[in-house]
């Protein structure tokens, strides 16, 4: 992270409130990977959404960030990347940059992550925020993200951070092996997170918690 961007994390009330957040969401639930608690201990998630919802920000609910998409409660974003298993080593796919927070998350944890989204603006968005703090390790893409990212295929590891009716074969194919890909499958109001590993040529799947997000728009996803 630049110097200019540790300026710009945020004020003390901030540095407490990712404290806070860290110790009450997501180390007394579940999450232990120290990798990912140091992760969302240093990333100033105010920063990813609207000045206007900063003191918000840390709060244990998605929030929007416009063209009807959110950003992630901090818990779920923390238990899909523990899913993931990161060790440092890593080349991540990510289906739906959204805000670019989940992005720059893998960026603390990964060799490198390559994410794609369909709204232009908020791909800009995210590119000047991920620029702003440092993030030269991802890589942003405009496109249909249920096509995966074929040039840069295998991946280490895939997450896909919106709700598929299926899982698309395009990411199962890019997935590399071994390899996870953490999805959350099911209808447009309500979805299971699902883990799928990849070792040996052979897949297992499985079903982590039942979870809540937008429509994967795709042409292996729902359709528009």
Same mark, same amino acid.
């Given at each position: 992270m630049s110097s200019q961007a540790a300026d710009r994390s945020g004020s003390d009330r901030f540095k407490i409130a990712r404290e806070r957040m860290v110790g009450l969401q997501l180390a007394s639930n579940g999450i232990t990977d120290e990798r990912v608690l140091a992760a969302m201990r240093k990333v100033p998630r105010h920063l990813f959404v609207d000045e206007a919802l900063w003191d918000q920000a840390y709060g244990d609910f998605p929030l929007p960030i416009g063209y009807a998409q959110t950003i992630s409660q901090p818990y779920i974003v923390a238990? +899909? &990347?523990q899913e993931l298993g990161l060790k440092g080593i890593e080349k991540v796919l990510e289906v739906g940059t959204g805000s670019g927070y989940q992005a720059a998350i893998l960026g603390e944890l990964a060799r490198s992550v390559f994410s794609?989204? #369909?709204?232009?603006?908020?791909?800009? !968005?995210? #590119?000047? &925020?991920?620029d702003s703090l440092g993030y030269s390790n991802v890589y942003l893409k405009l496109?249909? $993200? &249920?096509w995966g990212? !074929?040039?840069?295929?295998?991946?280490d590891a895939i997450i896909v951070t919106a $709700?598929?009716? +299926?899982v698309p074969k395009p990411l199962v194919d890019q997935l590399g092996d071994p390899g996870v890909l953490i999805i959350p499958v099911g209808d447009e109001y309500s979805q299971v997170l699902v883990k799928i590993t990849k070792s040996d040529g052979r897949l297992e799947q499985k079903n982590i918690t039942g979870v809540r997000f937008v429509r994967l728009i795709g042409e292996h996803g729902w359709k528009e």
């Open positions: 238990l +899909m &990347t794609v989204e #369909r709204v232009p603006a908020l791909l800009i !968005r995210a #590119r000047k &925020t991920l496109d249909d $993200g &249920t990212w !074929r040039d840069e295929a295998p991946f $709700g598929s009716p +299926m």
